[in-house]
């Protein structure tokens, strides 16, 4: 007997290519969707990869706390109001949910609309705990007074300290790296479980290479994989399957936009490749990359992904600056990697 036919499913591509209800008003990757079909697209990409923080995994009345640094762009913006849709969801099929957000902003003091911007997230999202930290409370951490030689008494230590270092790179890197300890410190402080980064795939994409030439491309397994990370906490990227384009698109089509609450950097051209970093070359690369060969973008993460990560419990001695392993990634009685040896050359012992 003659197995059944499919019947020809005759798709209008003038149509969304999921719902064929709605005209599109985006292509992702080749695929035509409506603004309904993309929400859900970017949603539900964010949403898988909060699988371990789903409320089956929670006890009733023990949330899971987590971590969520908010720099108030359009990626980790997107994040917090994805999670808290998500969270508003948990509540109403369960009664509870799985996890709880502390959104945490570190200011830099560069930019005077932080506050403003910050208080309309709180209103619009009133549900989560939120905190503030100057960026230069880093220079109180363990080890980074003396490591940098920092005057934590006068108040433009890190200026002076950025004024020291030789380069637009090595000053870029440092700011990174200092960000980054506080952020985690805050978690460990505050018991948080883990820290929730928004990174897109753009944006890790951009750190493979940057990282790379930098020296510590043998991080990138540890620190760009979701769960244990050196720093102590665990790290997650729950948008790492999305493009930067993506996420701004989505951001600005929400129903009130985020737009009114994203802190837009003008980027400004550099007089000269003096003044131009590894990551600033990697940023401009990869957003042309992106808007013609996004596959491209989505291949390096996942190649970086499949990389052997080196393991934590057999790590015996960290680099002092960034909490990178030694082993093999120094000189010999090192307190830096090779990485973190060009920005502090003074020192490597």
């Not at 859900?40 to 929670?58: G, L, N, Q």
């Not at 080890?143 to 108040?155: H, R």
Request: net charge neutral; aromatic share 4%.
């Amino acid at each position: 007997m003659p197995g059944r036919q499919r019947a020809d499913v005759v798709v209008d591509r003038n149509l969304c290519r999921r719902c064929q209800v709605n005209e599109p008003t985006i292509t992702v990757r080749t695929e035509p969707l409506c603004a309904a079909c993309f929400g859900k697209y970017v949603s539900t990409k964010i949403v898988k990869r909060m699988e371990s923080f789903r409320v089956r995994h929670a006890g009733a009345g023990n949330e899971r706390l987590l971590l969520l640094p908010l720099s108030l762009g359009p990626c980790s913006m997107t994040l917090l109001h994805v999670l808290s849709q998500h969270l508003t969801v948990q509540a109403e099929k369960s009664g509870r949910t799985g996890y709880r957000l502390h959104v945490l902003h570190v200011d830099d003091r560069e930019r005077e609309d932080a506050t403003a911007l910050m208080e309309s997230v709180k209103q619009r999202y009133p549900e989560h705990v939120y905190s503030t930290r100057l960026l230069s409370d880093a220079l109180q951490l363990e080890g980074i007074n003396e490591l940098l030689d920092a005057d934590t008494d006068n108040s433009d230590a890190l200026s002076t300290i950025l004024g020291r270092l030789n380069s637009a790179t090595s000053r870029d890197d440092m700011l990174q790296i200092l960000l980054r300890k506080l952020v985690v410190d805050v978690a460990k402080q505050q018991s948080r479980e883990a820290i929730i980064w928004g990174d897109s795939t753009t944006r890790l994409a951009e750190r493979t290479l940057a990282e790379t030439a930098k020296g510590r491309g043998f991080t990138l397994p540890s620190v760009m994989s979701d769960g244990a990370s050196p720093h102590g906490v665990p790290f997650y990227y729950p948008m790492r399957d999305l493009l930067s384009k993506e996420i701004v698109a989505f951001a600005s089509q929400l129903d009130p936009s985020l737009d009114a609450m994203i802190r837009v950097d003008k980027a400004k051209p550099a007089v000269s490749t003096k003044n131009t970093t590894i990551d600033d070359l990697m940023r401009q690369y990869f957003e042309s990359v992106e808007r013609e060969y996004p596959s491209i973008v989505a291949n390096v993460v996942r190649t970086t992904s499949k990389l052997q990560a080196v393991l934590l419990e057999e790590v015996e001695r960290q680099c002092e600056l960034c909490d990178a392993p030694l082993q093999g990634h120094s000189p010999e009685r090192s307190r830096l990697c090779y990485g973190c040896i060009r920005i502090l050359p003074h020192a490597i012992e």
